[in-house]
């Protein structure tokens, strides 16, 4: 149940996870910040006005530090430190995964073919390769 959306719980459900939460408030804590971002990561955001999609991200930002919780401190230094990327892709609603993958498709090539001294025509097999 805590992999779930809390929209999509039952009432028996609902009840087991309240009872739960209120035994671990922490618990509680993690699931409600969790359900936070995911929502502000969903598709509806997509092309809203940036004022309002970068403030809700700096207010889950303050609800992780006002938390205490440390897994959630290491996932917020990871999104400022990628924070252009992430609200770019709010912007248009594309994400650099293509590249990424060509990227790492490209580095396997190059462990593959490693001592290549001939600089060009490494390339010129990397060419052909991926055309």
């Known amino acids: 149940m805590l992999c779930k959306r ?6 028996e459900d609902k009840a087991i996870m309240g009872y739960l939460f209120d035994r671990y408030p922490i618990l509680g804590k993690a699931y409600a910040l969790t ?9 509806k955001n997509i092309r809203k ?16 530090i006002a938390s205490k ?11 400022e430190k ?16 293509k590249a990424e993958n060509m990227n790492g498709k490209i580095q396997r090539f190059m ?3 490693f001592g ?11 060419v052909g ?3």
Do not use: Q
Request: charged content about 35%.
């Open 6 to 11: 809390e929209a999509v719980w039952e009432l």
């Open 35 to 43: 359900e936070k971002i995911r929502n502000w990561y969903d598709k």
């Open 49 to 64: 006005d940036m004022d309002f999609v970068e403030r809700d991200l700096y207010d889950w930002f303050d609800d992780v």
């Open 69 to 79: 919780i440390p897994a959630f401190r290491a996932v917020r230094r990871m999104m």
């Open 82 to 97: 990628h924070y252009d990327d992430i609200i770019n892709y709010f912007r248009e609603g594309h994400t650099n995964a």
């Open 111 to 113: 462990a593959n073919n």
């Open 116 to 126: 290549i001294r001939d600089r060009s025509f490494f390339f010129f097999r990397l």
């Open 129 to 131: 390769y991926f055309s």
